[in-house]
């Protein structure tokens, strides 16, 4: 049993698992959800109909067309045009998507599960008054790396991403692929900077960079981190709209979506064709994954379950500081087994996803696209200086919070 | 985008002007002398009056997410109803969703008289295609789709018939010129039918026996009501 949880508490299998449980199934049903749900907002119906031949009633309202579109993709010519750079044209959408898988990394995606203490109800305060007892001894922490520079690290992985779209630019021989390509890389640099300040308040009124550490803590210390008012969205909603603005133009999509323009103006991967393309396509789902799960972790509270602490729902009660961790203890507690609340918090991790993903798409069809002297005032005219103040902002609250004992 | 919602009118009132600022005309500032109709008028520039965009964020958001919701929860309006573009009242509290589109093969609207479908050709009496080879339709035709390949032959005093007559569907431009220059009713247009999807180019050519079966597919009659020579009544009447 002991290899067994040391197995599954590998950053390997643990990267396996989110990646092939959690992102490509929503970056391939939001290649779905996308069409669907434009559909909806344009009063039309979308793709509905994709069925094997050999069972043409199994139509699932047209979630099979995302098979379909792999299947189209991957049978497609891959057509290389002459002149162009051979290493840098396969190279670049593998590092379109590679980066972002590796983001995934520092998402925690769930509770830390004791595996002696599954079939029972974990006992927070035990757990912080001796983490090494028996029910303790191991443990499976739901995030593959948990490092103090976890954000930092998300900014800096994803800035390679970047080379993706420039380097597809550059390597296709074309000069639309090579404008757009330029658009991409200046999109990128301007956004970038207010996307880190940005969230420069939530680290300053957490203290702490490490998304897990965001989410088991939260804003104040007198509230249970459960507690959807001790969720940052409420403390930094400035941010939220902030990091979000510059989130969705890091992903490229409407209405920031000028590197790619696709019908309009020609983005830098039009001299890509079947599944060289399709890494693009997907690199942009999964990155819209990606910024729906730091959104969720840093402003929703990431995998917790309003009012669900450790050993259950608990409704009032008050937090207490053991052993340097701080347990919620007293209130009215409604005792659920240790397994739910694991499993209750993963689904409430993928629930939230979902729906900011969804928040996303809705975007994405509403607002038309930015003019490019329009994306660039946003961007270092508005978005950069909003973000400094709001840091000062919430120095400022952090150093009064300190003073008067507020959080 | 969002730049002005308040707008104003651009030139002389005309064009983008709201209604009432029509009425009312744009603000003069001075009228020439010479000319009364020459003026010199206030232009009203759209203003950059919010530059965070988020004012008008809101207010797509809430029309798109209203448009959702609806055609999320909403139930679908019945086929037949859709079809005529008629408006049903809801009979129980889930309202009916705005969505208008058709499920093509298995729902049906109904085409106008006048919709040029798929290329027919009509027979005689006997069962002859009534095309005389007359090379009228290949001459007007601006895709240059039709191919006629003309035959001699001694039948009811008609000296000749296409030996070959082929309409490459691909490259029609479904204007109707053929129909209307022809002289004696042999192609028309009114099967109602779509060119079928094809796996070549090739398959999209349509032979002389292919169009004269269009009729029985598209349930028409083959023959036409026109008499040969132009005796009896016009068949456009």
Known sequence: MKTLYTVLDHPATKWVFIVFALVMPLASLLTWAERRQSAMMQDRLGPNRAAPTFAPWLKLKGILHFVADAIKMISKEDFIPGNVHRGLFTLAPLLAIGPVLVAFAIIPFGPTIYPHALDGTLDPLALAQDPGGKDFLDSIRMQVASFDYGLIFYFAVLTLANYGGTLAGWASYNKWALLGGLRSSSQMMSYEVAMGLSLMGCFLLVGSLEPGYIVTAGASSKLSPSNPLNWLWLWQFPALILFTTASIAETKRAPFDIPEGEPEIIGYFVEYSGLRWGLFFLAEFIEIVFVAAVITTVFFGGWQVPFLDGDGFRFGGYMVETNGQLVSTGGFVLKVPHALVSALQVGAFGLKVILVCWFQLLVRWTLPRFRADQLMNLGWKLLLPLALAWTMVSALFKLAAMYFGWV | ?237
């Open chain 2, 1 to 237: 985008m969002g730049a002005s919602t308040d707008g104003g009118h651009g030139h002389g009132g005309h064009g983008d002007a709201e209604p009432g600022d029509a009425a009312a005309g744009p603000t003069v500032i001075s009228v020439s002398k010479v000319s009364p109709r020459v003026r010199t008028i206030a232009v009203v520039r759209p203003t950059e009056h919010d530059v965070t965009y988020l004012e008008a964020t809101r207010k797509g958001l809430g029309v798109t997410l209203r448009h959702f919701m609806k055609n999320f929860f909403g139930r679908r309006r019945p086929a037949e109803a859709l079809a005529r573009g008629e408006v049903v009242t809801a009979k129980s509290f889930i309202p009916w969703n705005e969505i208008e589109t058709i499920q093509y093969p298995e729902e049906r609207t109904h085409y106008p008289e006048r919709f040029r479908g798929l290329h027919r050709l009509m027979q005689r009496d006997d069962g002859t295609v009534r095309c005389v080879a007359c090379m009228c339709c290949p001459t007007v035709c601006p895709a240059n789709c039709i191919t006629i390949i003309p035959a001699e032959i001694d039948e009811h005093g008609v000296e000749k018939a296409p030996a070959l007559f082929e309409i490459d569907e691909l490259r029609c431009v479904v204007c109707g010129l053929c129909v209307e220059a022809c002289p004696c009713d042999a192609i028309r247009m009114d099967s109602g039918m779509h060119a079928k999807p094809v796996e070549e180019r090739g398959h999209a050519i349509m032979t002389r026996e292919m169009l004269l079966g269009v009729s029985g597919e598209a349930g028409k009659d083959p023959k036409s009501t026109a008499t040969q020579g132009g005796e009896g009544p016009a068949w456009r009447e």
